[in-house]
T-cell receptor, first 116, second 111 residues
Framework: NAGVTQTPKFQVLKTGQSMTLQCAQD?????MYWYRQDPGMGLRLIYY???????DKGEVPNGYNVSRLNKREFSLRLESAAPSQTSVYFC???????????????FGDGTRLSIL | KNEVEQSPQNLTAQEGEFITINCSYS?????LHWLQQHPGGGIVSLFM???GKKKHGRLIATINIQEKHSSLHITASHPRDSAVYIC?????????????FGKGTLLTVNP
């Protein structure tokens, strides 16, 4: 049981390049999330998908786009990378029923992204 | 002001000591997470609780909903407990889809 799988684990980009971070979960969770983690700050929500077919902005969505490809997969795209997007990115998933849940959130191992 | 405040920010202990990390929050919540992150590592959920107390091995988490406060205790601490411990809350009322995180407490346990 892999849980939440993120790829790649590390990436270095040049300013202006684009890339997509991939995330897949095998726990049949309906909600999925993308966070970024920066030194001295708590994790911040970039985008989330409460269920297949829906996506919504989080706290820091500027410069990012997402796609909920199917129930398992939720990708994060940087169209034109900027140094301010250097961060560690975490994907997470959770099961929600009618907007409530007693289940914890499961996190991937993170993608360490550096933009030069 | 951050909606979730943790204290202390940094904590150094000797192996075997009893550890307490505190979390205070200012919003109404439906549940609270305690998470663990080892240096350079992923994030693991330790507890999710909405009332009372939970225990898993040497870890104990408590929550007081009226006082908007939670504590994470580690008994007989060990160097492998060295990690960042993060408190996060699910907001009640509005959307249940979002977690708000504290900035974390860096715990170092020396042998």
């Amino acid at each position: 049981n892999a849980g939440v799988t993120q790829t790649p684990k590390f990436q270095v980009l040049k300013t202006g390049q684009s890339m997509t971070l991939q995330c897949a979960q095998d726990m049949n969770h309906n909600s999925m999330y993308w966070y970024r983690q920066d030194p001295g700050m708590g994790l911040r929500l970039i985008y989330y998908s409460a269920s297949e077919g829906t996506t919504d902005k989080g706290e820091v969505p500027n410069g990012y786009n997402v796609s909920r490809l199917n129930k398992r997969e939720f990708s994060l795209r940087l169209e034109s990378a900027a140094p301010s997007q250097t961060s560690v990115y975490f994907c997470a998933s959770r099961y929600l029923f009618a907007g409530v849940s007693n289940q914890p959130q499961h996190f991937g191992d993170g993608t360490r992204l550096s933009i030069l | 002001k951050n909606e979730v405040e943790q204290s202390p920010q940094n904590l150094t202990a000797q192996e075997g000591e009893f550890i307490t990390i505190n979390c205070s929050y200012s919003v109404g919540i439906s549940a609270l997470h305690w998470l663990q992150q080892h240096p350079g590592g992923g994030i693991v959920s330790l507890f999710m609780l909405s009332s009372g107390k939970k225990k898993h091995g040497r870890l104990i988490a408590t929550i007081n909903i009226q006082e908007k406060h939670s504590s994470l205790h580690i008994t007989a601490s060990h160097p492998r407990d060295s990690a960042v411990y993060i408190c996060a809350v699910w907001h009640s009322g509005g959307s249940n889809y979002k977690l708000t995180f504290g900035k974390g407490t860096l715990l170092t346990v020396n042998p």
